[in-house]
């Protein structure tokens, strides 16, 4: 600090300022950089998923955005329900992915009853979020349902 001091203009307050973000920049270097999870499987986003949706009593929908590559940006919950269904909003879940700069995009949502069949909305909104997701570049890559004992993989059942 006394020699920064000596420059014309930067007193004590600054000196300290400088000096603080040198350690932080310091720090920052040292620090190890994290490492995010890639998903690139129905199985992996299925576990993924295993400590927010095991166990619920009722409905809700999630979104699990992604890097180009498939690694983890962040899980976001967009709706919670009742016991046989909840309101899904697409402005809500562009917003969301467009906020991250997510590349890719898989929904989830779980069925309470262990009922892993998709009902014609399920269908439906995986439809027009896949065709909503084309004009942004963000893929929809799969929705799962999610049961406490096995998922549905609209992906793996060649339905998306």
Known sequence: MRDLKKFIGIGEAKAVTIVSALELGRRRKESE?????????????????????????????????????GELIAKELISRGGVSGTLVDSKIIFKKALEVLASGMILVHNH?????????????????LKEAGKVLDIDVTDHLIYTNADYFSFSDQGLL
């Open 33 to 69: 950089i994290e490492k995010r999870p890639k998903v690139n499987s129905s199985k992996q986003a299925y576990d993924l998923m295993e400590a927010d949706l095991q166990d619920q009593k009722h409905e809700e929908f999630w979104i699990i955005l992604l890097r180009r590559n």
């Open 112 to 128: 309470p009853s262990g009922n892993l069949s998709p009902s014609q909305a399920d269908i439906t909104l995986t439809k027009k």
